[in-house]
């Protein structure tokens, strides 16, 4: 079986997005495994690898050649000339960076859902820098879900160490209650289990968290949401014969013991799941968008503007991302796989 094509969107410019997909690029265990190809402005990924002593050059490919299906053979770039360089600093962010990182996010999608490439891998980008853009989506999980039509869909943290996915993601605190749903909470703990079952080969064991803290101690703390809303969930996947076990009170729920015993967490709400997850597997968690008609991972760290272009930046979480992308693109011979 051929290598499967992986897109990777070079996420904001001004970030440490072009830096580590030159490092994907220049890889010999990413090339050992996909063919990659970064979806972003060749001019700031040349520029980047100069500044950095890195090789930049790649065979530059037009948006027509990628939508016309020739066949990619090697490592790529596909010129998306969508950044205005009038002012553009590195490590500074701007209404152009965003709405550049916007439009490579968009192409991407475009050539998943035509077949084109494989999967699509994103580097970070910045949620104020799409903001100043005028574009409404609060994260990369939004858009996807938007683009591919799906209605049932969730953020998940994957990583051997620990694996967390949410009822709730990009909203404030004030709103998270007004979220949560027996509906809600149980397609979360379907998708999660779905996809751990995939990708280990076996019945996964989740844990459902609770909200409140002692996970509402029967009443005690919050408005039951535990019992009106978490426990009517867990027993509607336990009668489906999913594994499943909670709500557990989030402050023992990830101690070592239980982790070990665990293959994915089902969180209430994006620090109670982000916290442990960039505690324990900040270099090598993987980002995934569940219940899409296109496989979508992504790196598990933002664009951290501070140290852009400088040298710094750890390829780790985007070599994990593409790993798992290929082996969910092998794992239906190279074509997307709805995760959910």
Same mark, same amino acid.
């Given at each position: 079986?051929?290598?499967?094509?992986?897109?990777?969107?070079?996420?904001?410019?001004?970030?440490?997005?072009?830096?580590?997909?030159?490092?994907?690029?220049?890889?010999? /265990? &990413?090339?050992? +495994?996909?063919?990659?190809?970064?979806?972003?402005?060749?001019?700031? #990924?040349?520029?980047? %690898?100069? =500044?950095?002593?890195?090789?930049?050059?790649?065979?530059?490919?037009?948006?027509?050649?990628?939508?016309?299906?020739?066949?990619?053979?090697?490592?790529?770039?596909?010129?998306?000339?969508?950044?205005?360089?009038?002012?553009?600093?590195?490590?500074?962010?701007?209404?152009?960076?965003?709405?550049?990182?916007?439009?490579?996010?968009?192409?991407?999608?475009?050539?998943?859902?035509?077949?084109?490439?494989?999967?699509?891998?994103?580097?970070?980008?910045?949620?104020?820098?799409?903001?100043?853009?005028?574009?409404?989506?609060?994260?990369?999980?939004?858009?996807?879900?938007?683009?591919?039509?799906?209605?049932?869909?969730?953020?998940?943290?994957?990583?051997?160490?620990?694996?967390?996915?949410?009822?709730?993601?990009?909203?404030?605190?004030? /709103? &998270?209650?007004? +979220?949560?749903?027996?509906?809600?909470?149980?397609?979360?703990?379907? #998708?999660?289990?779905? %996809?751990? =079952?995939?990708?280990?080969?076996?019945?996964?064991?989740?844990?459902?968290?609770?909200?409140?803290?002692?996970?509402?101690?029967?009443?005690?703390?919050?408005?039951?949401?535990?019992?009106?809303?978490?426990?009517?969930?867990?027993?509607?996947?336990?009668?489906?014969?999913?594994?499943?076990?909670?709500?557990?009170?989030?402050?023992?729920?990830?101690?070592?013991?239980?982790?070990?015993?665990?293959?994915?967490?089902?969180?209430?709400?994006?620090?109670?799941?982000?916290?442990?997850?960039?505690?324990?597997?900040?270099?090598?968690?993987?980002?995934?968008?569940?219940?899409?008609?296109?496989?979508?991972?992504?790196?598990?760290?933002?664009?951290?503007?501070?140290?852009?272009?400088?040298?710094?930046?750890?390829?780790?979480?985007?070599?994990?991302?593409?790993?798992?992308?290929?082996?969910?693109?092998?794992?239906?011979?190279?074509?997307? #796989?709805?995760?959910?």
């Amino acid at each position: 079986m051929s290598k499967p094509v992986i897109a990777i969107t070079m996420g904001d410019p001004a970030g440490v997005g072009p830096e580590v997909c030159l490092y994907a690029l220049n890889s010999m /265990e &990413v090339s050992g +495994l996909c063919i990659p190809v970064v979806i972003g402005d060749a001019d700031i #990924l040349k520029e980047c %690898a100069g =500044k950095l002593a890195m090789n930049g050059n790649f065979p530059v490919l037009t948006d027509e050649v990628l939508g016309a299906g020739e066949k990619i053979l090697q490592a790529s770039i596909v010129e998306i000339p969508s950044l205005n360089r009038v002012g553009f600093k590195p490590g500074q962010i701007s209404a152009d960076t965003g709405a550049a990182a916007y439009d490579y996010i968009q192409r991407a999608i475009d050539a998943a859902l035509a077949g084109q490439v494989a999967a699509v891998t994103t580097a970070p980008i910045n949620k104020e820098a799409l903001a100043m853009a005028g574009i409404k989506y609060p994260g990369h999980t939004e858009i996807f879900a938007d683009r591919s039509g799906s209605d049932r869909w969730c953020m998940m943290q994957y990583s051997e160490e620990i694996t967390c996915a949410f009822v709730t993601v990009h909203v404030g605190y004030a /709103e &998270v209650v007004k +979220l949560l749903t027996t509906k809600r909470v149980l397609e979360v703990i379907e #998708l999660c289990a779905e %996809a751990l =079952k995939r990708i280990r080969s076996r019945k996964p064991k989740i844990v459902v968290c609770g909200l409140n803290p002692h996970a509402g101690e029967h009443g005690l703390f919050g408005d039951r949401e535990e019992e009106r809303i978490i426990i009517p969930a867990i027993e509607a996947a336990c009668a489906k014969g999913i594994n499943v076990e909670g709500p557990l009170p989030p402050d023992t729920a990830f101690l070592p013991n239980k982790r070990r015993a665990t293959d994915g967490y089902v969180c209430m709400y994006h620090d109670q799941g982000h916290i442990p997850v960039k505690a324990l597997a900040f270099d090598s968690a993987v980002n995934l968008t569940l219940g899409l008609s296109i496989i979508r991972t992504s790196v598990d760290h933002g664009t951290a503007l501070d140290i852009a272009w400088q040298g710094k930046a750890d390829p780790s979480s985007l070599y994990s991302a593409l790993r798992l992308a290929v082996q969910l693109s092998y794992s239906n011979g190279c074509a997307a #796989l709805p995760l959910g």
